[in-house]
């Protein structure tokens, strides 16, 4: 991690801001207090369209926050209680579009990019879907978008 | 011929991950469908009868209406879960 921040803080000598996210896995499920634990989870992708998915979805981000890097990185196959599932940084002049832009990205990402987690633990095994909030989170962006075109 | 790919639960229901179907046979996704309910598990027919499931034709999402054309690559993707 410290390595990709490294990289990409020097991608141009204009950049003022570097926004970093890294996702974790859980080792609990979505509510609270169920006393009951997730073990690992599998990820799997469609080879091809994933790649050509976020290549889309950082191109639209572009569009609308322009930054001058981004990094995207997304493992896939069996990962354990807080190992890092996907790191994303942007770099910008300001700090503003970086934000937005890192934001923009993730949503995305979480509800379009051809990725399907699967937990295993207490509860047996099963796979996760799009989550409501994801879901009004990209609603948020379509929203700003049609405000911003008016 | 039209290569299809299923993921995930889909993969699972299918029973495999990928199949091939004569292009002259279908002509749109609906038809595929109909297509692969002759051949494939009736969990995976089950799984796509609503529709809910996206659909892509080489790589890019495509609606259920979506034509098909000989050496198209279709997936049948559940909701997703990255990141």
């Not at chain 1, 204009?14 to 926004?19: F, P, S, T």
């Not at chain 1, 979480?110 to 633990?121: I, L, P, Q, Y």
């Not at chain 1, 989170?137 to 379509?142: F, S």
Request: proline share 3%.
């Amino acid at each position: 991690m410290g390595e990709e921040y490294s990289n990409i803080s020097r991608a141009s000598a204009q950049c003022g801001a570097v926004v970093t996210f890294v996702g974790l896995v859980r080792d609990i499920y979505d509510e609270k207090d169920s006393g009951e634990s997730v073990q690992n989870i599998e990820l799997e992708h469609y080879p091809g369209m994933t790649e050509s998915i976020c290549t889309q979805i950082i191109e639209e981000a572009h569009q609308y926050y322009p930054f001058d890097a981004v990094t995207l990185i997304h493992r896939v196959g069996k990962l354990g209680p807080n190992a890092q599932i996907v790191f994303l940084a942007v770099a910008s002049q300001h700090r503003e579009n970086a934000f937005n832009a890192a934001q923009y990205i993730m949503d995305y990402l979480k509800t379009k990019a051809t990725f399907w987690k699967r937990e295993v633990g207490s509860r047996g095994s099963q796979w996760l879907g799009v989550k409501e909030k994801d879901a009004k989170a990209v609603q948020r962006w379509l929203s700003m978008r049609e405000k911003n075109e008016q | 011929m039209i290569k299809v790919l299923f993921f995930a639960s889909l993969r699972e229901a299918a029973g495999v991950d990928e199949i091939s179907v004569d292009a002259e046979a279908v002509s749109n996704i609906r038809e595929l469908v109909k297509a692969l309910a002759k051949q494939l598990p009736s969990e995976l027919v089950e799984a796509l009868a609503d529709e809910s499931a996206m659909v892509s034709v080489d790589h890019r999402y495509a609606g259920w209406e979506a034509e098909l054309e000989d050496g198209a690559e279709v997936g049948f993707l559940p909701p997703v879960s990255g990141g």
